[in-house]
């Protein structure tokens, strides 16, 4: 039969299956299929219905471990057939552009990361949530929604799995369950597999745009005002050493990565990640990303000692994705030493909890220092927090910017600047309130002055609306 393709027969069975073809369509039938329209509603739909069943034919009977041996050249040649071949028995009103469209929808399913790539193109989907492999959820606009997405079964899952954590030298496996990675645009993977994933693979992906928001953008959606946006862009450039402090999903990093832009290009930025996914703007970037044991236990990297490393590569600033432990202690002996204007990301509610988490994190390093010579270094350090939090409806919000002013006895003394103020939800379960200035007005004005940077007094006014 024509449909058998013999250039992808190997030991195993058929890489690619036959397709039922229906009666011989005219010449001048299949020509008029090609080329009609697909306009209206019904063939809309048949078309969706054609690519569903497609896609479920070719996930639960192509033999995906021949396939991935084959050259790309010889799969996309094939696949080209099959679908013509398929348009034609479905009787399908395609023209070249959307033959060739659909085409490269199943090229994707079949050597990209199945499932997945539609998902990954989404740009209105945040997050993908896998709990095994016959559930997946996904965040749009902060809200969860379960999706009729399914692999075929849980070895397929962990083969695309697979190709992501080998992709930056990774691996996981039963000896290995955990892991952090990330793809090539910079979103961020975390996989957990059996035995942890009791239940089968569990698989977050933190999804990145391929543009970056920057801080207009993000005052245009809201997550802060013009007034707030012009202060920490001018913090930045006159290297004010800046601490971004949230929960989970609330938007730290694209906040930083927000932030960076306004760093000057002829400086050298040192970046250390777990797993690299910060997009800087800059010309002149070193990124590094921590490194997990091999399979006998050795040959760990973690953030301390890249944070050692970065001191000896002549930064101008360093900028650590996420300071969770005791590389803490370095990054404030860095940030204390010439290195003014870092910047790095903490999990805290509050930016009076974020200071605690640092106590707590320096106290790790395992230094023989007394409570205020630790408060001594973050308040000699880090002049500027800002505060970001997920609210109940899922927007994004910048809810503090505050000030540490120094150190009074044992006690950092910190005074908020701006700060966003619920008053209550909307029918539609919307959160509502507003920004306001506190009518206090921050000292590193004087180092703004110092840099050229001049900000009106009248941005720090209670009485005026931001």
């Not at 690619?16 to 009666?23: D, K, L, N, R």
């Not at 896609?55 to 094939?78: C, G």
Request: charged share 25%.
């Amino acid at each position: 039969m024509a449909g058998r393709f013999s250039s992808f027969r190997t030991s195993a069975p058929s890489v690619i299956p036959e397709v039922a073809i229906a009666p011989p369509v005219e010449p001048a039938m299949a020509e008029a299929a090609a080329e009609a329209p697909a306009t209206n509603t019904l063939h809309s739909e048949k078309v969706l219905d054609a690519k569903v069943r497609l896609h479920r034919k070719l996930i639960e009977e192509i033999n995906l471990s021949a396939l991935e041996r084959l050259p790309e050249s010889e799969i996309r040649s094939q696949v080209g057939k099959l679908v013509t071949q398929y348009v034609l028995a479905e009787r399908l009103a395609l023209n070249g552009q959307e033959l060739e469209e659909f085409s490269s929808e199943i090229m994707d399913e079949m050597t990209g990361l199945g499932p997945l790539e539609p998902l990954l193109k989404d740009p209105s989907i945040n997050d993908i949530l896998i709990n095994g492999h016959e559930s997946v959820y996904v965040e749009r606009r902060g809200i969860l929604e379960r999706l009729a997405v399914r692999f075929k079964d849980e070895q397929h899952l962990v083969r695309i799995i697979n190709k992501i954590v080998a992709a930056v030298g990774r691996r996981v496996d039963e000896s290995h369950p955990l892991c952090d990675a990330r793809l090539l645009d910079g979103s961020r993977v975390n996989v957990a597999v059996r035995p942890i994933g009791v239940d089968g693979p569990l698989v977050s992906i933190r999804k990145f745009s391929k543009k970056p928001l920057n801080l207009s953008k993000l005052v245009e959606i809201g997550a802060l005002k013009p007034q707030m946006a012009e202060i920490l862009g001018a913090a930045v450039k006159a290297r004010i050493t800046t601490i971004i402090s949230g929960g989970t999903g609330s938007g730290k990093t694209t906040m930083l990565n927000a932030l960076s832009a306004f760093i000057s290009e002829k400086e050298r930025l040192i970046t250390i990640e777990d797993a690299a996914e910060l997009q800087l703007q800059q010309p002149h970037v070193g990124r590094m990303e921590t490194r997990p044991p091999n399979i006998e236990g050795k040959g760990e990297i973690r953030q301390r000692e890249l944070v050692k490393n970065a001191l000896r590569m002549r930064p101008d600033r360093i900028i650590l994705g996420e300071c969770r432990g005791e590389e803490a202690f370095d990054m404030l002996q860095a940030m204390n030493t010439g290195h003014e204007g870092s910047m790095a990301t903490i999990h805290a509610n509050t930016p009076r909890d974020a200071i605690s988490r640092l106590e707590q994190m320096i106290g790790m390093a395992g230094m023989p220092m007394t409570v205020a010579s630790i408060r001594g270094q973050i308040a000699g350090a880090i002049q500027l927090i800002v505060q970001l939090a997920r609210q109940s409806d899922g927007k994004r919000k910048v809810t503090s910017i505050s000030e540490i002013t120094g150190l009074e006895g044992d006690i950092i003394q910190m005074q908020e600047i701006f700060k966003f103020v619920r008053t209550g939800t909307g029918a539609d379960g919307a959160v509502e309130g507003h920004f306001q200035a506190t009518g206090i007005r921050p000292r590193f004005l004087t180092e703004l002055v110092n840099h050229g940077i001049r900000i009106e007094g009248r941005l720090f006014d209670p009485s005026q609306p931001l």
